[in-house]
């Protein structure tokens, strides 16, 4: 794979130095280039291939794009660079990846509901405690139950709001650690492994006695969850969060969404191994503040750009919001239908299910409706602790 | 080790074989050849992926070997396989004649009792052939990093029977529909194209290359009105199969004007609208608006 030393040679270092220059330009871009490609480049150069620059770019593009997004961008990089032509556009594309309007910031800790008239404070046990194990969990004994079964809205600032988010986290490992390990054992359809069934009876002269068997594989259940992060919202989405957060890292296989007026990939947020750091770069992420929720829009981009890629046969989709909309609800209806035939399950949760006297009135939500596989509470821990059962039944 | 064909040269063979490749295509085709790095395809279904693989076997006068992945896709049946009952039969045959089981042994875990399958066959000819390892993204995450591998050193590991070198090296073309990621790792170990809708312009030439009796510009008309419905918000936009099917089906009905015939081309729109809810969206009244505006 290397270029013959001779014709190398014959590039010159100045020509090799503007390679390697070109490659840092392509890093800086977001491109993943390594030093085979960079040697194949040199390769690339040296073939008559190079005698025209649209020869050279068509080249150059085919082996260091490796996605379509790179794909679509290299020309313009690649004359930025060699041919001196619209570099202020490119630079200017590449600053803009990074940058938010104005970036907003979600609190994890203190600040947010207001503290007064709070009497029953609950008394914290020491952390460490499997708050969401075993029959505590379902019959409110200790004090984390009666935080459990506090609402979100709720939360005292400072160590209570602290406490519930770590539950939230506990509550999140716990269940996909039962929900998984449930998965397992219904993993038992079995098949004679016919190859290594006769490698064996070559032993045995030819008779089959030692029978092998084969696993049936199946794909892990994998949720992808869409979390509105409107100003109607606002409350909750710390605990919102810190529940994705650590499910994330448990289930391998996830994917989490981020929308208001528009929709984020926060995916990559939320696999950050601390929770604070997690949520700061969520806060990053989600820009635009103001403005109502288009939940209709948000989906649609999702069912246009990335359902396909997110979603198969054992996806269950997770949608975390209040159903405030201000788009057209028959929009909204319309999306959810195309949601609906592209995966196995959808959970609508919505904190406000939980208050006394709620109704799905919103006119958002009532579209929605017909859609839902499960249309939860989840104003407290305990509605959150709810879920398990369900999933676990996918 | 395959000749290099020049570039120029691969672009003419392509339009031979009736397939009408842009620039960056005949670039990355010739690439494949001169780097001797796999090719991986990436684009909406329908924008004739796995015509290229075809193309390029006929360009280079070359056997195409397909593997088409699925879910579930293993080693086995992408590699090779043991004729079990051949190897049965064998055992019982032999029970009598006082052979040692251990040259039974050697005996039924040769060669002859070996069934190629894709990834083996591509291998083991003499003559490099085309792989096609078509929507691999279908398959699994861990029979990736096995293709991975393979791709790598060309070389496969059959316990009872030793290690198979390639005789040549395969031309790989590896097609995506992008229903899920692939690894950074094959990515980089390819190069890579994105096939996109082709232009008016070339899908009237792929019309008259797969139809040599089209009139020159009703193709022109035909790839026009192809091109507005695409723009048009369709859950499934048509391909260039369809596009061949409905100029076929118009040129049989004897159609050699869009706008002259509204209700015809209306009616045989569902060579190229393969769902309900397109059918729908697309009335007489859009029909005949984007037939006006090809003509």
Known sequence: ???????????????????????????????????????????????????????????????????RSEYERFDELFDAFWRGRGVKRAAAAVTALGAANRPRRFEVGPGGAGADGLAERAQAEAPGAPAAEGHGRERGASAQESLARKEFARLAAGSEREEALALAERLARAMRARVTRRERARRKGRRIDLRATLRRSVARGGEPIDLKFRRQKRKPLRIVALLDASGSMELYVPVFTRFLH????????????????????????????????????????????????????????????????????????????????????????????????????????????GREGFAPVARGMRAALPFLDLFAPAHDLQSLAALERYLARL | MPASIPRETIAARLAETGYVADRELATALWMMDYLKRPLLIEGEAGVGKTEVAKALALVHGAELIRMQCYEGLDANSALYEWNYQR?????????????????????????????????????????????????????????????????????ITIPEFGTVSALSIPRVVLTSNGTRELSDALRRRCLYHYLDFPDVDREAAILRARQPGIDASFALQAARMVAGLRKEELRKAPGIAETLDW?????????????????????????????????????????ARLAGRAA
């Not at chain 1, 201000?326 to 609508?348: D, Y």
């Not at chain 2, 993204?137 to 861990?142: L, P, S, V, W």
């Not at chain 2, 089906?249 to 159609?255: E, I, K, M, S």
Request: aromatic share 6%; net charge neutral; charged share 25%.
């Open chain 1, 1 to 67: 794979m290397t270029a013959s030393p001779a014709r190398l040679a014959s590039l010159g270092p100045g020509m090799l130095r503007r390679l390697a220059g070109f490659a840092r330009t392509l890093r800086d871009a977001g491109f993943s280039v390594g030093r085979s490609e960079t040697g194949d480049a040199a390769r690339v150069i040296t073939s008559p291939l190079a005698d025209r620059s649209e020869g050279l770019r068509a080249a150059l593009k085919a082996l260091f794009a490796s996605n």
């Open chain 1, 246 to 353: 650590a499910m994330s890292q448990a289930f391998s296989e996830g994917e989490a969404y981020l929308f208001h007026t528009r929709l984020a990939h926060v995916s990559s947020a939320l696999s950050e191994r601390s929770p604070q750091r997690a949520l700061d770069r969520l806060s990053l992420m989600a820009q635009g503040v103001g403005g109502g929720t288009r939940i209709g829009d948000c989906l649609a981009e999702f069912n246009r750009s990335h359902a396909k890629r997110v979603l198969h046969s054992r996806s269950c989709i997770m949608i975390f919001s209040d159903g405030y909309d201000t788009g057209e609800p028959e929009r909204l209806a319309a999306e959810m239908r195309a949601l609906k035939r592209r995966c196995r399950r959808i959970v609508w949760l919505n904190p406000l299910t």
């Open chain 2, 87 to 155: 190897q049965l039969i064998a055992i019982k045959a032999r029970e009598g004649s006082g052979e040692s089981p251990e040259s039974i042994e050697a005996r039924i875990f040769s060669e002859d009792y070996l069934l190629e399958r894709p990834l083996l066959a591509a291998i083991r000819r003499k003559d490099p052939p085309v792989l096609l390892i078509d929507e691999v993204d279908r398959a699994d995450e861990e029979f990736e990093a096995f293709l991975l591998e393979l791709l790598s050193d060309f070389q």
């Open chain 2, 247 to 287: 100029a076929a089906t118009l040129a049989g009905l004897g159609v050699s004007d869009l706008s002259a015939e509204p209700e015809i081309v209306h009616a045989t729109l569902l060579a190229l609208l393969k769902t309900h809810e397109d059918r729908a969206r697309v009335t007489p009244e859009v029909t």
